[in-house]
């Protein structure tokens, strides 16, 4: 079956610097990726998707990028800020089915 | 306002008691999930629910049970039969086939 994970349980990083998290998942049938951030004590929030047909996609100081040949995924955080200290989980999984994969988390923790 | 909404926020159980956490979605969704969270862990999914009166089990529904009356709600009971139920849970919605997932803001639930 599908495995996610990611590959480092934190990351420290200085207020301004860029970030980034990798995510590993197993199954190469997987066509559809998420990235979420969870903050302390809350439901986790949609960050940015992509699906198999793409390499990169961009949203505001945020990039995934995606290698199926590896399968290998990561977030990229443009000047990091405080606020964005919080866990970030990778979810994968074939699109049309009904359940995703989810990886346990890395905790970013910014240093102002 | 849309959105999911879960309550109560925090819980407390005694041992040996059945405890009833709700969810609720105005996002018109028709796929509901119940998932549980542990310190460091990533997402396990309870139960998951494609469409009103039906409902399937996850990876660790054993002490768990569910019900999906209405498409809006999907409340989870947390039964005496479940061993470890300390834990936060969390509540999420989609679109027809897996999609992004919309979390609740989570229940604490604490078992005394």
């Known amino acids: 079956g599908e495995s996610v994970g990611l590959h480092l349980p934190t990351l420290s990083v200085q207020e301004g610097d860029n970030s980034i998290i990798n995510c590993a998942y197993s199954?190469?049938?997987?066509?559809?990726f998420i990235w979420y951030k969870q903050e302390s004590g809350k439901g986790p929030q949609f960050i940015i998707d992509?699906?198999?047909?793409?390499d990169k996609r961009q949203g505001q100081r945020v990039t995934v990028l995606l290698n199926k040949t590896v399968k290998h995924l990561s977030l990229q955080i443009a000047a990091t800020q405080p606020g964005d200290s919080a866990v970030y989980f990778c979810?994968?999984?074939?699109?049309?089915?009904?359940?995703?994969?989810f990886g346990r988390g890395t905790s970013l923790i910014v240093h102002p | 306002d849309g959105g999911i909404t879960q309550s109560p926020k925090y819980l407390f159980r005694k041992e040996g008691q059945n405890v009833t956490l709700s969810c609720e979605q105005n996002?018109?969704?028709?796929?509901m999930y119940w998932y549980r969270q542990d310190p460091g862990q990533g997402l396990r999914l309870i139960y998951y629910?494609?469409?009103?009166?039906?409902?399937q089990k996850g990876d660790i529904a054993e002490g768990y049970s569910v019900s999906r009356e209405k498409k809006e709600s999907f409340p989870l009971t947390v039964t005496s039969a479940q061993k470890n139920p300390t834990a936060f849970y969390l509540c999420?919605?989609?679109?027809?086939?897996?999609?992004?997932?919309?979390f609740g803001p989570g229940t604490r639930l604490t078992v005394l």
């Open positions: 999420a919605s989609s679109p027809p086939k897996w999609d992004t997932q919309y």
């Open positions: 199954n190469s049938a997987s066509d559809y």
């Open positions: 992509i699906r198999s047909n793409m």
């Open positions: 979810a994968g999984g074939a699109g049309g089915s009904y359940i995703p994969t």
């Open positions: 996002l018109n969704h028709d796929a």
């Open positions: 629910s494609h469409i009103v009166n039906d409902f």
